[in-house]
């Protein structure tokens, strides 16, 4: 009977899915912390899960707010007018290309990233307007706050490739192990 429970465990223990970390971090360059860095792990194997509703990139006061967002592929981003002035707002280059046409005041366009990259995103009428939209193919992502850091939530433990990007920076790639009390720091030279 013993031998029968005991291998009972060890089916119910192997069976179960590694269990879910959050994943803290930080971005530097050099030694200085990096804001709005965007780090991803890969996982083809990742569960489909729901990709997030209600993703803005907000216009106020002649800017994009926030600067850099990172979604996973799938989701539909919209871009409202809150700002005292028409804008048009598109991206031209890699990533998603579109050109949402002048609108006005209290009006939201909304458009699919339906696959992976990266797209800048400018205003024709206001050139100094700029932002960044990473599309990125996992559910496990996070972009730094004003201190360099980030924090990737309820990853499976378990071996990964990181990505990190930051504007006006090459994408860096690295390997991580990720499991309970496991940092990531991510240093560009």
């Known amino acids: 009977m ?39 792990l890969e996982a083809p194997l990742a569960p489909a899960t729901k990709v997030e509703q209600n993703v803005v990139l907000d216009q106020r006061n ?24 028409f804008h048009d707002v598109f991206s031209f280059r890699d990533g ?10 209290g009006t ?8 992976p990259g990266l797209s800048r995103i400018f205003c024709n009428i206001h050139p100094a307007m700029a932002a960044y939209i ?10 730094s706050d004003r201190e360099g850091r980030f924090t990737i939530a309820e990853i499976p433990a378990g071996a990964y490739t990181y990505h990190a990007w930051r504007p006006g920076g090459d994408t860096l790639t690295g390997s991580a192990a990720v499991h309970a009390g496991t940092s990531l720091d991510v240093k560009w030279p």
């Open 96 to 105: 998603k290309k579109f050109e949402l046409g002048l609108y006005p005041v």
């Open 2 to 40: 013993r031998l029968i429970c005991a291998g009972l465990l060890a089916v119910l223990v192997v069976g179960r899915a590694a269990p879910a970390v959050d994943l803290p971090g930080t971005t530097a360059l050099r030694d200085k912390p990096i804001a709005n860095a965007v780090v991803w």
């Open 62 to 85: 002649l800017a994009f707010l926030p600067r850099v967002l990172a979604v996973r592929v799938g989701t539909t981003v919209g871009f409202p007018n809150n700002d005292r002035v």
């Open 108 to 115: 939201v366009k909304h458009v699919p990233f339906d696959r």
């Open 134 to 143: 990473l599309a990125v193919d996992t559910p496990y992502f996070a972009v």
